[in-house]
């Protein structure tokens, strides 16, 4: 019977429901400092006509402008511009994390995988996501009026408009966990029957790579769904027709 692998926890300033995932440390560090060194890569040498890396970024900023540009007018919308860009970097690096490999260190404790397939980690993404909606919302219109959106267009819609709040909390984290968890767990049961014999790995080898290419194309979709879900939440924050 296999053992079972779990991540490894590490007990914090002694109090007990403080405790760090140090392969979730560990993969965040990782996803952050490379969208650090590709955004620096990108925009060290800059050229009047575009080539390589540079070009690729640029891309990837007219792309994140259409995102925004489809959920709400561009001159209120610009100023998250920023925030779209590396959400939809971020979260692509870190789904791609666990695709090539993953590695089970000392103890069956995995330490590299995909940040991503860690509900926590998501989670506290989705939350951040609706927390800066409530800000930028009181920012643009103000408490008063912002307020006001909640018993919009009848006032017992109140505690259903509340209620929204935690359910698109829930759907943003978990849907983007629940794609590249899953993927994590076929290519894991994959890489093992690669690994019990030349039987296995002929019967392996070739769904593993058709699904580590599919699992490619669901992280960039994920992040795409999750960067405009942003916009989407953000609009109907900001925006006055909503």
């Known amino acids: 019977m296999e053992e079972e692998v779990k991540p490894l926890a590490l007990d914090?300033?002694?109090?007990?429901?403080?405790?760090?995932?140090?392969?979730?440390?560990?993969?965040?560090?990782?996803?952050?400092?490379?969208?650090?060194?590709?955004?620096?890569?990108?925009?060290?040498?800059?050229?009047?006509k575009p080539t390589g890396l540079q070009n690729f970024m640029?891309?990837?900023?007219?792309?994140?402008?259409?995102i925004i540009g489809d959920t709400m007018d561009w001159k209120t919308g610009k100023v998250f511009?920023?925030?779209?860009?590396?959400?939809?970097?971020?979260?692509?690096?870190?789904?791609?994390l666990g695709v090539a490999f993953m590695y089970v260190g000392p103890e069956h404790s995995l330490w590299w995988k995909s940040p991503t397939s860690d509900p926590g980690i998501t989670l506290t993404l989705s939350a951040m996501v609706i927390v800066l909606t409530h800000y930028y919302g009181i920012k643009v219109k103000g408490a008063k009026e912002y307020s006001k959106d909640?018993?919009?267009?009848?006032?017992?819609?109140?505690?259903i408009k509340l209620l929204e709040e935690f359910s698109n909390t829930l759907t943003l984290g978990l849907r983007l966990f629940g794609n590249i968890y899953a993927g994590e767990v076929l290519l894991t049961m994959l890489a093992g029957l690669t690994a019990s014999g030349v039987l296995g790995f002929l019967g392996g080898a070739i769904p593993m790579l058709a699904w580590q290419g599919f699992s490619v194309f669901v992280g960039a979709i994920?992040?795409?769904?999750?960067?405009?879900?942003t916009m989407v939440y953000m609009s109907h924050k900001v925006s006055s027709d909503h």
Not at 18 to 42: E, K, P, Q, R, Y
Not at 81 to 96: A, E, H, K, Q, R
């Open 222 to 229: 994920q992040a795409f769904i999750f960067t405009m879900l």
């Open 150 to 159: 909640y018993f919009r267009p009848l006032p017992f819609l109140f505690p």
């Open 81 to 96: 511009l920023p925030l779209g860009l590396t959400l939809i970097t971020y979260i692509f690096v870190s789904n791609m």
């Open 58 to 66: 640029e891309w990837v900023v007219d792309f994140v402008k259409g």
């Open 12 to 48: 914090v300033f002694g109090i007990p429901w403080l405790d760090f995932n140090l392969s979730n440390v560990l993969m965040i560090a990782v996803s952050s400092t490379i969208v650090f060194i590709l955004g620096v890569a990108a925009s060290r040498s800059l050229q009047m």
